[in-house]
């Protein structure tokens, strides 16, 4: 056969197409419209581990990774009701070994004249490597917010203006937000501590312009409204060196910071305690003495002395007994001496507490010192004195019971047996329920109770029979030792006097009450239409009731929303130059609020003195009697309804 020299020309150049399609990385394949391969290029071989001349007659659909071959198809049905010509597709395809590659599709679409389906030509890119990268980074990505997720300490980053760039699951949970996206673009004005915004953010704009600042104690507030002290360190977010924002991190110190404080003011309380304390080692060496301590001995150090040294030759060997008890017990007491440097003698009431770590091992020894040399002073004054003391109790006109503190009665003193209900050998030695009534019996017992559990003193009041009188008693119990002390006060004439003061005042109240309703029904009022009140005064008018009138009549054209107000003058016998003003004042102030005053009850022998004393009822509705001011009214208002419901104005409705 011969070719002629341009058909020569058309084979040479399809040959030199197909090596470079045999010869290409890139995985080529055509397909007819059933998407059976037709064609498959020498890197098949590679990828599919199938010949080309294997691949012919396979089908696209089981060289392709099994979960991705409904998304496949889906995709070719949509490329095809589009009528797409090319399209770009991103899916496995699976060697016969099972070896997975990814691959970035090319996909050419071939239609005849009828736009029918003729078939596919493919050309993929093998990205099975950048996936991987792709996947390593995001493995690597996940694991670094995990590790940044994990740290006790919040975490954030922000761009130059100062907008969330991210953070960390402990800053997101400050934040009170559920999501990371919630927070990303936000500034510190959107977010729970908005109030220091314009702090943090002036802090950010210094970070970024002269480098990092470190360990700055603030307060904080989270998402959920508590407030906690955190410690924060800032420093500039860098890339390529270019700062590009801040980065940000902060720890709670909460619980560190009220550990300090308890610290410090625990050491204040001590170092300004009443008492003298020290701390001594297991060798009664001190290591700490309090001011109060070293004031007591008259030191101006006691540091690296021996508490043992310190103590009065004559109880020094009361030390290993106490020392003993401390380390068997936890605690123990006792009374010891210490002389001062100048000579004087201290007593004090001495607390050891033994000091152990963690372990359970014994580090030394708390020594509190209570000073009682001036209490013992005192006592002493007072055992010198007690007898001068029961002087004055026998002069004072109280009665004195001293009971047990189960409620015996042990000793009494009183001015004379008149003052008892009983003579003395009917009660002393007995129970209170013995003798006393069993009602005051009982409120005896429940102070006697109260006392015991309070330690506070305790006072009531009761009745008694005396010689035939209802006597009024106060009673005032109070603890002395183990026993109870009761003074009891005759407050007969003081009751009977308040109970006459309180008649007396119950009388006031009744009268005022009294008063107050009398006014109430002297100045009555009375809506009788819609927007429109009645006032009837009856009898004189004084200047207090001319007050009330004018108060209870505002009030009523304010809460009724009054038009009109009738004050009808009727029973008003008397209407001189007071009466008169007070009409004109009521008149003038209901105008204010909007509305307007009719005045009726206008008998001849009232007219007349109107006109007398020269009135000037000229803004004030008149007429003679009640009934023809409220048909006066009535009749305006439904002229006015007919007009649209203008107002009342005047002594006309317009």
């Not at 009294?514 to 009022?525: D, G, H, K, N, V």
Request: net charge negative; aromatic share 6%.
């Amino acid at each position: 056969m011969e070719f002629s020299p341009l058909e020569l020309t058309d084979a040479a150049q399809i040959q030199r197409l197909l090596t470079a399609v045999n010869s290409a990385s890139l995985l080529i394949t055509e397909g007819d419209a059933r998407g059976v391969i037709t064609f498959a290029n020498a890197a098949a071989q590679y990828y599919f581990g199938y010949t080309p001349t294997e691949c012919i007659g396979k089908t696209i659909q089981e060289l392709t990774h099994p979960d991705d071959r409904e998304r496949l198809r889906q995709q070719v049905a949509e490329w095809v009701q589009l009528g797409l010509q090319t399209a770009i597709s991103e899916n496995r395809i699976i060697h016969r070994n099972g070896t997975v590659f990814s691959f970035l599709w090319s996909v050419t679409i071939h239609y005849d004249d009828q736009r029918q389906v003729t078939g596919f030509t493919s050309i993929g890119l093998d990205i099975s490597q950048q996936e991987r990268l792709a996947q390593e980074l995001a493995a690597s990505r996940e694991m670094l917010h995990l590790v940044i997720d994990s740290l006790p300490i919040g975490v954030f980053w922000k761009d130059r203006e100062s907008r969330f760039l991210g953070c960390n699951r402990r800053a997101l949970e400050d934040a009170g937000l559920a999501h990371f996206t919630d927070m990303i673009g936000k500034t510190d004005a959107e977010l729970p501590w908005r109030a220091k915004a314009k702090l943090y953010q002036y802090s950010d704009r210094v970070v970024m312009a002269t480098g990092p600042k470190l360990n700055i104690e603030e307060t904080f507030t989270r998402g959920d409204g508590s407030t906690i002290r955190i410690r924060t360190s800032k420093l500039p977010l860098r890339r390529k060196g270019e700062v590009i924002g801040v980065l940000g991190f902060y720890e709670d110190i909460t619980t560190l910071h009220q550990q300090e404080t308890g610290l410090r003011t625990f050491r204040l309380l001590v170092d300004h305690a009443p008492d003298g304390i020290g701390i001594v080692d297991a060798d009664l060496q001190i290591s700490y003495a309090n001011s109060v301590f070293t004031a007591m001995i008259g030191s101006e150090s006691l540091i690296h002395a021996n508490w043992a040294d310190l103590v009065h030759p004559d109880d020094r060997d009361q030390l290993p007994s106490i020392v003993k008890q401390a380390n068997q017990t936890g605690h123990a007491q006792a009374m010891l001496r210490y002389p001062r440097r100048d000579g004087a003698l201290i007593t004090a009431h001495l607390t050891v507490v033994a000091l152990r770590d963690r372990d359970e091992v014994l580090i030394g020894y708390a020594i509190i010192n209570h000073d009682v040399t001036e209490q013992l002073r005192v006592e002493e004054r007072l055992r010198a004195s007690e007898q001068q003391q029961r002087a004055i109790l026998q002069a004072l006109p109280d009665l004195f019971f001293f009971l047990s503190g189960d409620g015996v009665f042990l000793q009494y003193k009183a001015d004379s047996d008149d003052q008892l209900a009983l003579p003395p050998e009917f009660f002393l030695g007995r129970h209170v329920a013995e003798v006393l009534p069993p009602e005051l019996a009982e409120l005896t017992l429940s102070h006697i109770t109260a006392l015991q559990q309070t330690g506070q003193p305790q006072r009531y009041e009761y009745q008694m029979v005396i010689e035939g009188d209802l006597r009024d008693y106060e009673a005032r119990m109070t603890a002395s030792g183990d026993n109870v002390l009761v003074i009891v006060r005759n407050i007969t004439e003081q009751r009977r006097a308040e109970r006459e003061r309180q008649t007396l005042a119950l009388q006031e109240q009744v009268i005022e009450a009294q008063q107050a309703i009398l006014r109430e029904l002297s100045t009555p009022l009375l809506p009788i239409a819609d927007r429109v009140v009645a006032l009837p005064l009856i009898g004189a008018i004084d200047s207090a009731r001319a007050q009330q009138m004018i108060e209870t009549l505002l009030d009523g054209v304010s809460r009724y929303r009054a038009t009109v107000a009738i004050i009808d003058i009727t029973g008003v016998k008397v209407v001189d130059t007071q009466v008169a003003g007070t009409i004109i004042r009521a008149a003038q102030a209901v105008g204010l609020l909007g509305a307007q005053v009719v005045l009726t009850g206008i008998n001849p022998e009232v007219a007349q003195t109107l006109v007398t004393i020269g009135a000037d009822l000229s803004k004030i509705v008149t007429k003679a009697t009640l009934q023809e001011g409220v048909t006066f009214v009535l009749a305006g208002q439904r002229s006015g309804q007919a007009t649209n419901g203008k107002r009342f104005a005047g002594k006309h409705f317009v």
